[in-house]
């Protein structure tokens, strides 16, 4: 099948080309000419595992195009993916300023029907909007049929995430497009979810308020615990066996971030609020996770005293491992506040190299803690698993560690004579 791939982002990079490998013909377009210019030399943006290679793969079998001209991937395609960003405003709303070119796009350039399907996170409503929109643009309601189709993607397990999904949701306002998709998505095998098109955007963003609602809960379960002298990954794993609960998200640390859940969370909060319905508990999700931060920030001054001067190492500056997305990374976070009471901060991580004056960034993880007074782990990468303690001891001034994703062994690092400080340990 003929699909155009609107956007060239996270989703849509991996979206196209999962999907030119399943065997589509696949045209990714993005208005941003200097990133296609890169993509045809086969300089992909974002690190994803696995996907550079696929990427190149499937140009050179001559499925995967990328191009700027979007009038003529909307005119050459039956099937239209949109995949642009919806950030979100202070207030929680969405920016749908590159949704509403897209719309402006596919209604100078619609000729014969196409299948509109929107992976971008969009509030719910916004499907039936773009619905109505094209129609008030003089479009047929018979050109065109509108799906919603919301992605479930991990960064980091985006391919296999795809490939291999839990479900495949699609809302659709009449039956006729749902045999396109089942056609699109013939060689992934899962079940699937039907429903309206705002009864698919609500499940995206049940799914993800969801999902930081186990993380902050944890996070409040370990302030409680640290009240008591628990060792919250006995809870965690207790819990992790329970049927109804289920073993993931349940970690215990410096709270969430990224692209999505932090985000979603507010963009629900504020579709909530928008039907007059206050939304308790994901207003509390968030407390938890946005104070999250300064209670670790607290017990480092505790042992310092005063930040003020100190050198401060920070490994990990990625929101999670496997990728090299920073956005709303709590590692910045702790960073940035570090700064403001003055602390000189060194860091390293394995993908992303930050350009910021006010940080010095390392190639080598062991340099990154050369006099250091604490040292603190903010992203749980595997390699910070596996370290020589008794050389990073060696190199470091002071002898506290924090450890903000509990994955070390506070015994191993004792013996070095360090000063641990976990989340509920």
Known sequence: MKICVIGTGYVGLTTGTVLSDLGHDVYCVDNDKTKIEKLNEGKVPI??????ALIDRNKKRGRLHFLSDIHYGIKECPII???????????????????????????????????????????????EWIHQTLMEKGIDSNMFDIVSNPEFLREGNALADMLNPDKIVVGVKRQKPIETIKKLYAKIHAPYIITSLTGAEMIKYASNAFLATKISFMNEMARICDAYDVEIS??????????????????????????????????????AKQKDIIPEIVMAVQNVNDSQINLYLEKLTNKLTNLNGKKISV????????????RESRSLLLIKKLLEKGAEIHAFDPIVQLSDPAITVYEDMYEAVKESDALIIATEWSQFKSVDWKKVKDFMKGNILVDGRNIIDRNHVAGYQFHYIGVAR
């Open 234 to 271: 006995h809870i965690a794993s207790a819990l992790g066996r329970d049927k109804r609960i289920g073993p993931y998200f349940l970690h215990a640390g410096l709270g969430y971030g990224g692209s999505c859940f932090p985000k979603d969370v507010r963009a629900l909060e504020y579709a």
């Open 315 to 326: 490994w990990g500056l990625a929101f999670k491992p496997e990728t090299d997305d920073t």
């Open 81 to 127: 993916y949109i995949t642009v960003g919806t950030p979100t405003n202070e207030d929680g709303s969405q920016n749908l300023t590159a949704i509403n070119d897209v719309i402006d796009s596919i209604g100078q350039s619609i000729h014969s029907h196409k299948t509109i399907i929107t992976k971008s996170t969009v509030i719910p409503g916004t499907n």
């Open 47 to 52: 690190y994803e595992p696995g996907l550079s």
